[in-house]
Structure formats: C-alpha cells, structure tokens
C-alpha cells in the first residue's frame, strides 16, 4: 500500500501510475480530492497537522509527498512547506516508510553549468533559499527519503506552469503566446508522467534511498520549440512567440507581490537552463517520453477539458 499526499499534477499522476500497477493508495488532501480509481482511497487530511496522520502511514510501502504552497511565494512556501515535510517524515520514520519528493531545480547554485545529481544545491534568499533547506531537513532526518528533480513542468493536468494554462489554451485558440523572459533560450522541460515514473521506481529501489536524482527530461526546448511541438500534435499553425523581457517584469516586481515573485526566478529563462538526468534514467532504468507523444497526450487533455478549444 502506498500514501500519497496532494492532488495536483504530480500526485494525482503518482497516484493513477500506482493504482495501474495493481497497487493499493491512499490519497490525503484537505479537500478529499484525487482519482477515482477502485484501488484508491481519498481521505480528507491536513497533512501539516501531525495528530490527523496519527495512524495514515500503518503498512506503507513508501510515501509520496507532492503538496505544494498555499501561494508562489518564499512567504508562504516558508511558513507551510517545512511544517508538512516535518510531520511527514516523523510519521514516514515511525512507520517505517520511505518518502518520495518532487523536486525543483530551485536549488541549483550553479545553474548556468549544466545541472546534474553532482551539481551544488546551495542556493539562498526567496524561494530558492526554501528548497535548500527543504533538502538539507530531508538529509538530516531519520526517515528514508529520495528526492526527484525535475525541470519546469508540462502534460496532462498542469495547469499553473509556464507550459501550462498560459501555453497551451493559446495555441489551440490560434493566438500569439508571451513567453517570460526569451522564447529562444534553451529550457529545462519535464513531462510530468515521466516525473511521476521515476519517484514510484525510486520508491521501489532501496538502493536510491537517501539521495537526489533527475526525473527522465528530453533535451532541452525553448519556449518557442515546445509551443511548436504542442501545436504541431493539436494540427495547429506554429503560433506567435514573443517574449515579455526581463527589465519589464523587473520593474513590474517593483509594484506587484506576483510579479516580483516570477521576476526572482528569471535567471531561469534569460540564459540557458538546462538539467542532465542521463546518470538518474541509467540508475532507474527509465527514458524520457518522446516529445511528439508527450505533445500529444497534453493536447489531448487540454481538448477533452475545453473541448471548445478544438474549433
């Protein structure tokens, strides 16, 4: 039996791959959400709350952890996300359970070097500070734990991403996109199914405890190169690609909390950013999707959910 908490992209995906594989789950969210699945079970829970997981963890084979914050921003990521991790692994500690993260590449000290396993993870100030930490706690707790990274995120579910509602709606309606920063810097993309893959054979592998690895991630794509290759598996004309350039979004920061919070991150998307998960897919066994067949099935999400976008 597996625990997974959270029901965005991340979770919801962990969870359906587990039931597929003939697994038991059981999925804590606040609001009691996730798939309906026979083999899932959907239990309201504040996993921050150490006395409502009093019990949750009994006969778990592993723990996947893929909330995230109330809001994108190092305020509420500091005040939420180290109490949940916190009694996350108590309870993962005492039952015996190895936990499972998403990871971000926020970290990454070193970000304008290729980014692998080995690369420094010592990053400080605002968000990035926050995921430091976050893995420094996991090191030194005495819950097993293994730590996925992987790029910006796109495919089925992602909504709230650079790839996501921003993107994708736009190029099936036929409209120009903005993309932040540059459209034609090279990018770290991940398909959220093959982030998914790699935390449930992490978790299967008791040799991969206890370290960080990369999520299987295809080479790298700028902005413009993805939204071509959504467009192309929508049958849609390559759109429009600008880009909304860092000293505005800068000077945007300077009146708006959003804005200042994006503009913290734009290192990402003004030079090259890119990640090699080739030593994580060779301990894992695993490949990246190939990107026609993850464009794909992420247009084929995004018509099913607004089937107006097809016309």
């Known amino acids: 039996m597996y625990i997974v908490t959270g029901a965005g992209p991340v979770g919801w995906t962990v969870a359906e791959q587990l039931a597929e594989q003939g697994h038991e789950v059981r999925i ?4 009691g959400s996730g798939p309906e699945h026979p083999r899932i079970e959907r239990r309201r829970t504040d996993v921050s709350d150490p006395a409502q997981l009093s019990g949750a963890f009994a006969g778990a084979a ?9 809001a994108y921003s190092a305020k509420a990521w500091r005040a939420e996300l180290p109490r949940a991790e916190q009694a996350v692994m108590d309870a993962a500690a005492a039952a015996r359970a190895v936990v499972v ?9 070193e970000p304008d070097r290729t980014m692998t396993e080995s690369s420094p993870r010592e990053a400080s100030g605002g968000k990035r500070g926050v995921r430091t930490e976050l893995l420094r706690a996991r090191g030194a707790h005495a819950a097993d734990t293994v730590s996925v990274v992987a790029g910006d995120f796109f495919g089925p579910r992602v909504l ?8 994708v709606p736009r190029i099936l309606e ?14 770290a993309f991940t398909y959220v199914p093959d982030l998914a893959a790699a935390m449930v054979k992490a978790a299967q592998l008791p040799g991969l405890w206890n370290q960080v690895l990369h999520a299987p991630s295809g080479a790298p794509l700028t902005m413009r ?14 759109p429009k690609v600008g880009a909304i350039p860092g000293w505005l979004m800068r000077a945007t920061g300077l009146f708006s909390a959003d ?27 695993l490949e990246p999707t190939p990107l026609d067949e ?5 247009v084929g999400w995004w018509l099913e959910r607004e089937p107006a976008t097809a016309h």
Do not use: N, W
Request: hydrophobic share 40%; glycine share 6%.
């Open 294 to 298: 993850a464009a794909a099935a992420t």
């Open 259 to 285: 804005m200042r919070e994006l503009a913290e991150l734009l290192y990402q998307f003004e030079r090259p950013f890119v990640m090699d998960s080739s030593a994580s897919q060779e301990k894992l066994g």
């Open 28 to 31: 804590l969210t606040r609001s």
């Open 174 to 187: 036929g409209k120009a996109v903005q993309a932040v920063g540059s459209a034609t810097q090279p990018h």
């Open 160 to 167: 709230m991403a650079h790839a996501g509602e921003r993107l």
């Open 62 to 70: 592993a723990v996947f952890h893929c909330i995230h914050g109330s």
């Open 225 to 238: 190169e993805l939204a071509t290759a959504l467009a192309s598996s929508a049958g849609k004309p390559a």
């Open 101 to 109: 993260f998403p990871e971000s590449l926020y970290s990454y000290s």
